[in-house]
C-alpha cells in the first residue's frame, strides 16, 4: 500500500466543539489512492468530525493535504461528501436540481441533462429527474445523495454512515453502489460486517484517538472485542 500516490494526509489534526473539548486529538493519517478506508468507533469517538474536517466544513488545528496540497477552496471539487442524513443534502424542489446542483457549481463541461440522467442511472433512479425529494422513501434519498456526488465526479467519497437506517435489501444495493465507486473512499460506520466487506484498511477510533488498525484479513471478534473494552 505504501508505494501508492498519498490521497490525503491529515497531520496533527485536533478540532474542539466549544461545549465539547477535544473531539479529535492530534490525529495524523494517510490515505492512498483508490483506497477504501474505513473508520469505525462509538458514538461520539470522532468519526464524523474527522470527515467534516477533511472536506473543509469545519475549522481545525493542524493540516489536511490533498494531492500534496494543504486543503483550499479550489481543492473542494475533488471530494463528495455523503452525509448521514440525506435531507441535509437535499434541498431543491426536483430530483433533477439536486442531481445537476454540482455540475452547475463547479461549472462542469457537458450537457447537464445527459449528466443528470447518466448519475441517477448509475444509482438504479432511472426516470427520477422529475421526482420530490421529500417524496420519496429513506433509501431512494441516499441514492439521490449519491448521485448528486457522481455527477461531478469526484476524486474522493467521504461517506458518513451510508448503511444506517436502510432495509436490508437497500444496505444491500448500496454497499454493491459504494463498491462500483472509482476513486478514494473514506467511511465512517457502525456497520462492522460493511466495514469488513468494503475495506482495505480499518481504522478504530476511541475518545479522538486513533486506537487501532487493521490491514486485511480483519477478524470481526477481535473488533467487536476492541469496541468492548472501550465503552465509556
Known amino acids: 500500500m505504501e508505494h501508492r500516490k498519498v490521497k490525503i494526509e491529515v497531520i496533527n489534526l485536533s478540532f474542539s466543539y466549544e461545549e465539547k473539548k477535544d ?6 493519517l494517510r490515505v492512498f489512492e483508490n483506497e477504501r ?11 464524523t468530525t474527522l470527515l467534516l474536517c477533511i472536506c473543509g466544513l469545519l475549522k481545525f488545528k493542524g493540516k489536511v ?11 473542494r471539487r475533488k471530494i463528495g461528501f455523503l452525509f448521514e442524513n440525506p435531507d441535509d443534502s437535499l434541498f431543491m424542489p426536483r430530483v433533477y436540481d439536486d442531481v445537476a446542483f454540482g455540475p452547475k457549481n463547479f461549472k462542469i463541461q457537458g450537457k447537464l441533462d445527459e449528466i ?15 421526482r420530490v425529494p421529500h417524496h420519496l422513501s429513506f433509501g431512494e434519498k441516499k441514492k439521490v445523495s449519491l448521485a448528486s456526488l457522481l455527477s461531478y465526479d469526484p476524486e474522493i467519497f467521504l461517506l458518513d454512515e451510508p448503511t444506517l437506517g436502510l432495509s436490508p435489501l437497500a444496505r444491500k444495493e448500496f454497499i454493491k453502489l459504494v463498491k462500483n465507486l472509482r476513486g478514494t473512499v473514506v467511511i465512517a460506520t457502525h456497520d462492522i460486517d460493511f466495514a469488513i466487506e468494503i475495506s482495505d484498511r480499518i481504522i478504530f477510533l476511541n475518545k479522538g484517538k486513533i486506537k487501532r488498525e487493521y490491514k486485511e484479513n480483519f477478524n470481526k471478534d477481535e473488533i467487536i472485542k476492541l469496541f468492548e473494552e472501550n465503552i465509556t
Open 65 to 75: 493535504i490533498i494531492d500534496g496540497e494543504d486543503f483550499k477552496e479550489s481543492l
Open 116 to 130: 443528470v440522467k447518466s448519475s441517477l442511472n448509475k444509482v438504479g433512479l432511472k426516470d427520477f429527474e422529475n
Open 23 to 28: 473531539v479529535l486529538k492530534d490525529i495524523n
Open 37 to 47: 478506508l474505513s473508520l469505525i468507533g462509538e458514538n461520539g469517538s470522532g468519526k
